[in-house]
């Protein structure tokens, strides 16, 4: 993660239970710009619950870039949205 212009790190937790992970790890360290975003480098581990805690490393490169604005509803999905109310679905 040396040399990066901005770092990113998740950290997933999972709840206790057979045959899934406990932990995963992923960090993102962005290198330079790459047209409409970054490409840099990309570290991961996979902490697995087997008979003993095996951890399972991950590393490579990644490229990160923005997605386009949303698309706007049209007009006749507009008027429509009037009789769509609240978004309420229970009575009560």
């Known amino acids: 993660m040396a040399g990066a ?4 790190t998740m950290v997933t937790n999972y709840a206790p239970g057979p045959d899934r992970p406990t932990k995963d790890v992923m960090g993102f360290a ?14 991961g581990v996979t902490v697995a619950n087997a008979p003993y805690i ?5 590393k490579g490169t990644f490229r ?16 429509l949205d009037i009789f769509k109310g609240c ?3 229970k009575s009560g």
């Open 5 to 8: 212009l901005f770092a990113i």
């Open 30 to 43: 962005a290198k330079e710009p790459a047209g409409d975003g970054y490409r840099g480098s990309y570290a």
């Open 54 to 58: 095996a951890p399972i490393a991950f």
């Open 64 to 79: 990160m870039y923005r997605l386009g604005p949303a698309p706007q509803p049209s007009w006749w999905a507009r008027v």
């Open 87 to 89: 978004g309420r679905t």
